[in-house]
């Protein structure tokens, strides 16, 4: 076999001297390269298979110590030769303890033959390792956890619509199959407590699950992919379910289930099953298994057949009894709606977006004297909504939020012109839930009905904003939002928030709050921003 060998030196002379030392190619041994630092001869490291490391102590950006710990990371095998000018017992006793240090040699007293002497000790080592069951052990299992781990990333990409093969597969993927959802609900309120219950659970269910692999697929889910013997699948889900929850410190998991799939090209949609699952805690409770469903023809051709006839009507139902100050009216409109909720005729994500679109007709009211501050407020509140733990949370919140609009301070007084006080209503929340896409003055006209300068001339009239404007500053309170909660790139963070223009979103940032997208997030972590944090809407924190 033929060994690779590189030699680290700042000194370029040096470098050449070592080179010379040795016929590479008469003791069996390739020169694969030279560095003039650490970070470079790592570099190399890691593009090539690097058997015998000649390195100084003593260089520029990363010492050789620091260079041998991480090179024996990435090539455990690895022999190592220091080669330094200073006679230093402390470092050569920190070397020998990582122990793949075979000599150290001093250059003032160097000869070629003591080099040469050493270089055949790497070789012989090597051999003996080679040969060594323990190395071939060694081997054997890094190269099971390569191909585990290319089997994650292969599934991973599967799962996310972009992969479509797999080169290997595990025997027990082949056959018939389950996935499971695991999304994390609390661990204690810190990130970072988050993370380690997220890694120890993963690690916990690999361990109990010999013929599956659990891995992280997003922020607070773990994706367990487990063989289905003779349909022990669910049992073996809950009893790993119950068994986290015994774990101290590991968090709340709420989990779906797929229904039993019988082929690993199957995931996907297994995948989109388990996840969908994981929306019945809403309903019944977070902390629990639930086992999702195929569904059927009737529920798949609901799913793309647009804006929904039952909720349209009783928003417009709800809209303009506000509108006309009728109490016992509005009530009605949302008492039904809350039967469609309970009756599961939506699933959680349409019931939020339903929730928030009531709250935007209630704060039409007065909206003109409505404050930068108040601006802000409402924007958390809708936010808000996204964060509640349940469907009883969120309908408390909307009727606590209607019962504060009809207390006498605040109660709404019925407009001279209510009808149109209704339209601007419904306008207000048709652009409440689309300003993150391309919305134009002549989209939300058509939706109420109305030509585009008669609306136009309604919206100034009774908010006292014109429709870019506020479409502009709901735009940035959302920008505001993924600056401080976030770590996306700010050029994303202004696409995410409807601005097509990066230029155009950085520029009204600039005017609107003095201070630049990266500024406003450096304030925010530095715990100067008078903003008080709202937490994210349209499913951001799932």
Excluded at 162 to 191: C, M, N, Q, T, Y
Excluded at 243 to 262: N, Q, R, W
Excluded at 438 to 463: C, G, P, W
Excluded at 519 to 532: L, N, P, V, W, Y
């Amino acid at each position: 076999m033929v060994y690779n060998a590189l030699i680290v030196d700042d000194e370029p002379m040096i470098r050449f001297g070592l080179a010379s030392c040795v016929e590479w190619e008469q003791e069996g041994v390739r020169l694969a390269g030279e560095a003039a630092n650490g970070e470079a001869a790592l570099a190399l490291i890691r593009s090539e298979e690097i058997h015998i490391l000649i390195t100084d102590i003593k260089m520029p950006l990363m010492d050789g110590l620091e260079l041998i710990r991480l090179a024996k990371e990435l090539r455990p095998e690895l022999k190592v030769v220091l080669v330094s000018s200073y006679s230093d017992f402390a470092y050569a006793v920190e070397a020998v303890k990582l122990g793949v240090v075979v000599d150290y040699l001093l250059k003032p007293t160097m000869e070629p033959e003591d080099l040469l002497r050493v270089v055949r000790t790497c070789k012989d080592r090597l051999a003996r390792d080679l040969a060594g069951s323990e190395k071939e052990l060694r081997l054997r299992e890094e190269e099971e956890k390569s191909r585990k781990n290319r089997f994650e990333e292969e599934l991973k990409a599967f799962l996310g619509g972009i992969g479509k093969d797999f080169e290997w597969k595990p025997e027990w993927a082949i056959g018939h199959i389950v996935l499971a959802v695991w999304r994390l609900e609390s661990a204690g309120g810190e990130a970072l407590r988050h993370i380690v219950s997220l890694e120890s659970a993963k690690n916990k269910l690999n361990e109990w699950c010999p013929h599956g692999h659990s891995f992280l697929s997003g922020e607070g889910e773990l994706v367990t992919l487990l063989a289905d013997h003779n349909g022990s699948a669910l049992s073996d889900i809950t009893r790993y379910h119950r068994l986290l929850a015994e774990e101290d410190g590991m968090g709340e998991f709420t989990v779906g289930v797929s229904p039993v799939v019988h082929r690993l090209q199957s995931a996907q949609d297994a995948y989109g099953w388990a996840r969908k699952a994981l929306g019945n805690a809403f309903f019944e409770g977070r902390g629990r298994c639930y086992l999702g469903q195929i569904p059927s023809g009737g529920e798949e051709r609901r799913q793309i057949t647009g804006p929904d006839a039952g909720f349209e009507r009783l928003r417009e139902k709800f809209s303009k009894a506000y509108a006309f100050s009728d109490q016992p009216g509005s009530e009605a409109a949302l008492a039904e709606m809350v039967a469609l909720w309970k009756a599961r005729r939506y699933g959680r994500d349409e019931i939020v977006a339903h929730a928030r679109s009531l709250l935007m007709i209630m704060w039409s009211h007065r909206f003109r004297v409505k404050t930068e501050e108040d601006m802000g407020m409402m924007m958390r509140r809708l936010g808000s909504l996204e964060q509640s733990a349940g469907l009883d949370s969120l309908i408390r919140a909307v009727r606590e939020e209607l019962s504060r609009f009809w207390k006498p301070d605040n109660r709404p007084t019925v407009a001279v012109d209510a009808g149109g006080a209704h339209v601007i209503q419904l306008a207000l929340s048709y652009i409440q839930e689309h300003y993150r896409r391309d919305i134009s003055l002549q989209d939300v006209a058509d939706y109420v009905h109305m030509s585009k300068n008669y609306f136009s001339e309604q919206f100034k009239q009774r908010t006292g904003m014109n429709f870019i404007d506020f479409v502009i500053s709901l735009r940035l309170h959302y920008a505001k939002h993924l600056l401080e909660q976030t770590s996306m790139k700010v050029i994303d963070v202004g696409a995410e928030s409807g601005f097509n223009s990066p230029k155009h979103f950085l520029k009204l940032f600039k005017r609107e709050l003095n201070c630049t997208p990266l500024e406003f997030r450096e304030q925010c972590e530095q715990g100067r921003t008078k903003e008080a944090t709202w937490p994210g809407e349209d499913g951001l924190n799932e």
